[in-house]
């Protein structure tokens, strides 16, 4: 039956800036995933090793703070190098058990020099292959500090079944002509993936679904203060004014009319699983396709650079 598939969304905590151990958490969550029958499981915003959540604590933006420096340092080192396969485990469960998955990543790639980090979603498919790793394109906020805007080269959607699936960082979501690149590709199957907490994603995820008569997978982390490893540098400093409660959950599912398939949820950890029916994708498009019937494209054009950036070009 290629018109339904099994979802599963991952709402869980990292073991925090622990890439290893948060790497392990992870098979295990995908192993739960599997046992509840689950095709396509998505995980959260930089989930491995997790979120930047010392700069809002710690005065971030101070210049050349010995305490800021140090932490970004701790982060680089469990950030994760795709190309010296710190990813296989994943991609070998994904190909073992013919499930696809959606994996929020702090990526420190070699082709901008090893050392600078990008908030990535990396896309594995059910034969374990990584198709797609979209760097997200602008940071927010106090998260520019730390990861560095990326590039369109992973504006691109995947074939599911009979699915098309796409996915975009946190407020990506909220750019418009992100969101209309994956609708020109025929997304109706769009991962939304957030660091975590409902203020994020109880408005956007129905209004992408309506808007691209598509479900909306919101999928976002935990994370709460007696997360935080004892071996955190400068721990004491991040506690200081920390609050209880950094990232609340509030994953959800929007179906293509917009409405509710499950509300967002919040306060725990847990993997939340629907069965979605592509048919519904095609009674929606009947009276708005904003790609298709309700476009005018001799009118109004998007133009996308899916080039990968680099500062260098080499001609051996």
Same mark, same amino acid.
């Given at each position: 039956?290629?018109?339904?598939?099994?979802?599963?969304?991952?709402?869980?905590?990292?073991?925090?800036?622990?890439?290893?151990?948060?790497?392990?958490?992870?098979?295990?969550?995908?192993?739960?995933?599997?046992?509840?029958?689950?095709?396509?499981?998505?995980?959260?915003?930089?989930?491995?090793?997790?979120?930047?959540?010392?700069?809002?604590?710690?005065?971030?933006?101070?210049?050349?703070?010995?305490?800021?420096?140090?932490?970004?340092?701790?982060?680089?080192?469990?950030?994760?190098?795709?190309?010296?396969?710190?990813?296989?485990?994943?991609?070998?469960?994904?190909?073992?058990?013919?499930?696809?998955?959606?994996?929020?990543?702090?990526?420190?790639?070699?082709?901008?020099?090893?050392?600078?980090?990008?908030? *990535?979603?990396?896309?594995?498919?059910?034969?374990?292959?990584?198709?797609?790793?979209?760097?997200?394109?602008?940071?927010?906020?106090?998260?520019?500090?730390?990861? *560095?805007?990326?590039?369109?080269?992973?504006?691109?959607?995947?074939?599911?079944?009979?699915?098309?699936?796409?996915?975009?960082?946190?407020?990506?979501?909220?750019?418009?002509?992100?969101?209309?690149?994956?609708?020109?590709?025929?997304?109706?199957?769009?991962?939304?993936?957030?660091?975590?907490?409902?203020?994020?994603?109880?408005?956007?995820?129905?209004?992408?679904?309506?808007?691209?008569?598509?479900?909306?997978? *919101?999928?976002?982390?935990?994370?709460?203060?007696?997360?935080?490893?004892?071996?955190?540098?400068?721990?004491?400093?991040?506690?200081?004014?920390?609050?209880?409660?950094?990232?609340?959950?509030? *994953?959800?599912?929007?179906?293509?009319?917009?409405?509710?398939?499950?509300?967002?949820?919040?306060?725990?950890?847990?993997?939340?699983?629907?069965?979605?029916?592509?048919?519904?994708?095609?009674?929606?498009?009947?009276?708005?396709?904003?790609?298709?019937?309700?476009?005018?494209?001799?009118?109004?054009?998007?133009?996308?650079?899916?080039?990968?950036?680099?500062?260098?070009?080499?001609?051996?």
């Amino acid at each position: 039956m290629q018109h339904l598939i099994n979802v599963a969304l991952a709402q869980i905590s990292p073991i925090w800036l622990d890439k290893k151990a948060t790497l392990d958490k992870i098979l295990s969550t995908l192993e739960d995933a599997k046992k509840q029958d689950a095709e396509l499981v998505v995980f959260g915003e930089g989930l491995l090793p997790g979120y930047p959540f010392w700069l809002a604590l710690t005065d971030g933006a101070a210049w050349n703070k010995k305490e800021v420096k140090e932490l970004h340092r701790h982060y680089v080192l469990n950030s994760i190098r795709i190309e010296d396969g710190e990813l296989d485990a994943v991609c070998a469960f994904a190909k073992a058990n013919s499930i696809a998955i959606y994996l929020g990543i702090i990526e420190r790639p070699q082709d901008r020099g090893g050392h600078s980090v990008y908030a *990535s979603m990396v896309y594995i498919n059910q034969n374990g292959s990584i198709e797609s790793v979209h760097r997200k394109l602008q940071p927010t906020y106090d998260e520019r500090l730390t990861w *560095s805007p990326g590039d369109g080269n992973g504006l691109v959607t995947h074939k599911l079944k009979d699915f098309t699936v796409s996915g975009l960082n946190c407020w990506e979501n909220w750019m418009p002509l992100p969101r209309a690149a994956m609708y020109a590709q025929g997304t109706n199957l769009h991962v939304a993936c957030w660091p975590g907490s409902d203020h994020n994603t109880k408005d956007i995820t129905r209004f992408i679904a309506r808007e691209g008569r598509t479900y909306v997978l *919101s999928v976002s982390s935990m994370m709460f203060k007696e997360d935080f490893p004892a071996n955190t540098p400068h721990l004491e400093a991040i506690l200081d004014k920390c609050p209880d409660v950094l990232a609340n959950g509030g *994953s959800c599912i929007a179906g293509p009319d917009g409405e509710w398939i499950i509300e967002p949820q919040i306060g725990k950890e847990e993997i939340i699983t629907a069965t979605l029916d592509f048919n519904r994708v095609l009674e929606e498009r009947q009276n708005f396709d904003a790609v298709g019937h309700y476009s005018r494209p001799d009118v109004t054009q998007l133009h996308v650079n899916r080039e990968r950036q680099s500062t260098v070009r080499f001609k051996d």
